[in-house]
């Protein structure tokens, strides 16, 4: 009889796993804002070494070359192009010759503070306020900025590594290997908009990547992880070949190809139970 471990590696053996992070703390930075979503570089770069040794680590326009076999396949991506991420995080792929995909939102771009970061470093990001926020303000910065200002909360300026990044580092990101995929254009729920303002957040910045970097991929990764059946058919119209959740785990024959499963990193997730997720023991 396997063992759990035994049994566990051989279920995941072939199969595919795309991870979603977002930020990347550089060493001697103290975390702040949405806690979840900032991860420490030490403890990124010790992830890394994980895959290294457990899984093949493949780019995303290596999703669809031929069956897997073997190993896991996992394919690393980020969202909203932090500056940490575009600094620290490539810094540590880099140093092990490791392949990821950066899904950028354009309008975030050299942001000194993203809503949700400046929201939690202030303690006013409950559930209840996340969720008035995304569906009420439609998760528009524009819109939850004229919340804050009514309600009183001032949004200050996060550290420079959580500010969104620049054209220039997202330069040097694709010089050191990375590609680029789109996360809308200003990073709205799109479940909630008009088909006029769909189509803008969908087309407006995969013409800004490829106008700046033609190899940009034609993959996206929604916002929030937020959908719609509505919002598959316009991706997949707009001409994208996929796109992705920012939950899901382990990616199975069958998925749909606009709303694509990944496992979503959390900053508070132990090495130990990063390696159980990936050797298949606990769901994704």
Known sequence: MLGPARWARRR?????????????????????GDRPLHLRQEEFGAQLDVLAREADVISLAELDSGAPRGRPRVVITFDDAYAGALTAGIEELSRRGLPATIFVAPGLLGRRDLWWDALADIGELTAATRERLLHEFRGEDSQVRSWARASGIDLSASPAWAHGGTEEQLRAAVD?????????????????????????????????????????????????????????????????????????????AGDDRWALPRFNVSAGLSLAGFRIRLAGLLPG
Not at 224 to 239: D, I, K, M, N, Q
Not at 240 to 249: C, I, K, Q
């Open 12 to 32: 995941v053996r072939g199969r595919t796993l795309v991870l979603a992070y977002h930020d990347i703390v550089p060493r001697g930075e103290r975390p702040s």
């Open 176 to 252: 050191a290997g990375c590609s680029l995929g789109t996360h809308s254009w200003s990073h709205p729920n799109l479940a909630t908009l008009q088909q006029d303002e769909l189509r803008e957040e969908l087309v407006r910045p995969l013409t800004w990547l490829r106008e700046r970097f033609p190899r940009a991929l034609p993959w996206m990764a929604y916002p929030y992880g937020l959908e719609s059946p509505g919002v598959r058919t316009a991706t997949r119209a707009a001409g994208y070949v996929g796109a992705f959740l920012v939950g899901g785990g382990w990616m199975a």
